[in-house]
Nanobody, 116 residues
């Protein structure tokens, strides 16, 4: 399973770092993604990072480019999402996800609320 943590309440312009740790699953060989889901909206993809063996390449949805950074630490079996200059529209439940074969894995999510 995947376990996210690090969410919370932050003021606009603030920062948070989310963590996703694998339990019973190795994250080292797979592509890892962060998604988010705001109230009343569909879940959307936020960031992706390839395996280290593939260069740990990253991609971001346009709305977070330059503000969010995805990274991985395979020794800790973890993936991170550093978020800076947070905006109210970043408020959502954030999920990490990966796929093994045809099996998708999702965490339980961590709430991020950006509000003054």
């Amino acid at each position: 399973q995947l376990v996210e943590s690090g969410g919370g309440l932050v003021q606009p312009g603030g920062s948070l770092e989310l963590s996703c740790v694998g339990s019973g699953i190795s994250l080292a060989t797979g592509v890892m993604k962060w998604y988010r889901q705001a109230p009343g909206r569909e879940r959307e993809w936020v960031a992706v990072i390839s395996a280290l063996s593939a260069g740990a390449n990253t991609l971001y949805t346009d709305s977070v480019k330059g503000r969010f950074t995805i990274s991985r630490d395979d020794a800790k079996n973890a993936v991170y999402l550093q978020m800076k200059n947070l905006k109210p529209e970043d408020t959502a439940v954030y999920y990490c996800s990966t796929v093994r074969g045809t099996m998708p894995y999702w965490g339980q999510g961590t709430q991020v609320t950006v509000s003054s």
